[in-house]
């Protein structure tokens, strides 16, 4: 399998280069060349494997450049740490079949990705005797999954900016109570968009960036979709065994749209997924586009569920490329568009496209909290916020008799503030996360100030 890249000036691409590029070099985000389709009988073949096998049957489809051996054990080692044997289980509540991703190190989804993208990269340094150091600013999850997918790794050191007590409490231990020689946590005196502008900086100071092996581990990066599309797998296989359904509809909380991008390619290798529903919060510009194709930009609005205020969607272009028929120029002008005025048009033939592909629905803050309530009162289950938001907008859209899968992205603990304002209790820790407040912490202060945190990762890159 080769990659390319939705601007078209990168071509023919092997996995392991284009995990390793992250970006395209031209700008654009890197996409395999074919998505292979599942005959159903290929697909009935899978069903009842575990799911690191299921992983491995659907990710050695776009990787050709790993022994099999090799990837199997990349993968067996990715999920080891998972609290649940199912790894990402699926639990009926009500009428919904909530698809829990939170089981890994950090409890949210995200580790289903970083904890494979931490193995490859150390894989594929190792292998090519290079270093690697990964810097990026997070507002909480990510930093944390990001760190926990490469603790104590070789190779590897990560630099991880968060704004000085401005993220949840128990997302700043999980984050700074990593004490691994790697490690390296940096409290930024300032927000987190300040925290932001100067990793930016940092990666555009081209020759620090080559000097230092500079790495980054967002969502833009291939691999971290492509573990995603595994869990499309298992709940539908687990969904048609429980109800004999022909079809599914899946609810997706989204804020930068790798998630539920995964989910587009789980349909189009065979999934059979009518509606995929794009849950947003208030933060709607996806769900704007796919109801009215109005896609423009706001301004960011802080709710409940932090992971999804985002505006501008950065793997929306992955679905871009093949709205406009996987032609790259067409892609370089919309973009190109967007950057001038803020907008992307859609004609009449994309719209009917868009809203073939997606189901939408926006929830505020208010919804989230009333629905995190009332399913708590029906259920006795917690929802987190994220999921709440998902909930909804499912509810929101669906009109048929397809059971509704909805992607749980958090477990609750993780936003305990919202979840008590909802149900009037705080949410209870897993086991893991006793006593996290006491453990060793390895952290430093610093100001925001470009060429400090420069110097800092100059003294401490491996
Ligand atoms: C990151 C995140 C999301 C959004 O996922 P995207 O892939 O960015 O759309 C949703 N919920 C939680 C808890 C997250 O951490």
Redesign the pocket.
């Known amino acids: 399998m080769r990659y390319c890249s939705t601007r078209g000036k990168i071509k023919g691409l092997s996995f392991s280069d284009a995990v390793m590029m992250g970006l395209a070099d031209d700008g654009g985000l890197l996409l395999p060349e074919e998505i292979p389709k599942l005959s159903p009988t290929e697909l009935q073949k899978l069903s009842n494997l575990p799911y690191p096998e299921l992983a491995f049957q659907i990710i050695s489809k776009y990787v050709t450049d790993i022994p099999a051996a090799d990837l199997r054990n990349l993968i067996e080692r990715s999920y080891a740490g998972f609290d649940h044997p199912q790894t990402t289980p699926v639990v009926k509540q009500d009428d919904l079949y909530i698809l829990e991703l939170f089981h890994g190190p950090t409890l ?3 580790d289903v990705a970083l904890q494979f993208l931490g193995n490859l990269f150390e894989y594929f340094l190792l292998k090519n005797d290079k270093h690697m150091n990964i810097v990026g600013a997070t507002s909480g ?2 930093g944390s999954a990001a760190i926990y997918g490469v603790r104590g790794k070789k190779n590897i050191n990560i630099f991880i900016l968060h704004p000085q007590g401005k993220v949840s409490p128990i997302q700043e231990l999980q984050m700074t109570t990593v004490t691994d020689k790697n490690v390296f946590n940096l409290a930024v005196d300032g927000t987190f968009d300040d925290a932001q502008a100067i990793v930016k900086e940092i990666f555009g100071d081209l020759e620090f960036k080559h000097q230092h092996a500079l790495g980054a581990v967002n ?1 833009i990066n291939w691999a971290r979709i492509l573990a995603q599309v595994v869990y499309y797998f298992y709940a539908w296989f687990h969904v048609q065994k429980e109800t004999g359904a022909t079809h599914v509809n899946i609810t ?9 991008f995964a989910g587009y390619i789980a349909k189009q290798m065979g999934v059979p997924i009518d509606r995929l529903i794009l849950a947003t919060n208030a933060n709607n510009i996806l769900s704007r586009c796919v109801n009215s194709g109005d896609y423009s930009i706001a301004d960011v609005h802080h709710s409940h ?1 932090p ?2 205020d ?1 505006q501008i ?1 950065s ?1 929306f272009e992955r679905y871009l490329y093949y709205l406009l028929d996987g032609d790259a120029d067409k892609v370089v002008s919309a973009m190109d568009n967007f950057k001038t005025t803020g907008r992307l048009e859609f004609t009449a033939a994309q719209m009917d496209q868009l809203k073939h592909d997606f189901s939408s629905a926006f929830v505020d803050d208010d919804e989230t909290i009333a629905t995190i309530n009332s399913f708590y009162q029906k259920t006795g289950y917690v929802l ?1 916020p ?1 999921t709440a938001v998902g909930i909804a907008a499912g509810k929101k859209v669906k009109n048929d008799d397809n059971p509704l899968i909805c992607l749980a ?2 477990h609750p603990a993780k936003f305990g503030d919202a979840v008590k304002k909802a149900t009037g209790s705080e949410p209870v820790l897993p086991a893991a996360f006793e006593g996290l407040s006491s453990r060793k912490k390895k952290l430093v202060t610093i100001a925001a100030d470009l060429e400090q945190i420069k110097s800092y990762i100059a003294t401490n890159s491996i």
Do not use: C, Q
């Not at 997706?252 to 790798?258: A, H, K, S």
């Open positions: 949210a989804f995200k999850d990510t969502s997706v909380p989204t804020g930068n749209f790798g998630d539920i569920s992971s999804m985002i969607a793997n987190d994220h992205t958090a």
